[in-house]
Nanobody
Framework: QVQLVESGGGLVQAGGSLRLSCAASGRAFSIFHMGWFRQAPGKEREFVASISRSGSNLPYADSVEGRFTISRDNAKNTVYLQMNSLKPEDTAVYYC???????????????WGQGTQVTVSS
């Protein structure tokens, strides 16, 4: 089992930045590929970013490309999502996930955090 706890969400004005963190405990963090997803009210959960065990990342979602950066620190069992130039449409609950297969689909991931709310005001 892996337990994931997100933090760093909050309210920010458009154009601002936030850094989300996801701390993992339980099984060895370094064996998992990690991903960030988000879900806005009334919408399906969507892929944001993913990073492999070795630190390479899949292409970002088009909507965040160039603004968001995913990274991980295996020594700290933590994955990060740096979000810059935030837009109101980035408002959502952000979830981190861990899995044995890299991918953009939620089904690729076995473990999920409880989510952290990000609200971007215009």
């Amino acid at each position: 089992q892996v337990q994931l706890v997100e933090s760093g969400g909050g309210l920010v004005q458009a154009g601002g930045s936030l850094r989300l963190s996801c701390a993992a405990s339980g099984r060895a963090f370094s064996i998992f590929h990690m991903g960030w997803f988000r879900q806005a009210p009334g919408k399906e959960r969507e892929f944001v970013a993913s990073i492999s065990r070795s630190g390479s990342n899949l292409p970002y979602a088009d909507s965040v490309e160039g603004r968001f950066t995913i990274s991980r620190d295996n020594a700290k069992n933590t994955v990060y999502l740096q979000m810059n130039s935030l837009k109101p449409e980035d408002t959502a609950v952000y979830y981190c996930a861990a899995g044995r297969q890299p991918g953009r689909l939620a089904g690729s991931y076995d473990y999920w955090g409880q989510g952290t709310q990000v609200t971007v005001s215009s």
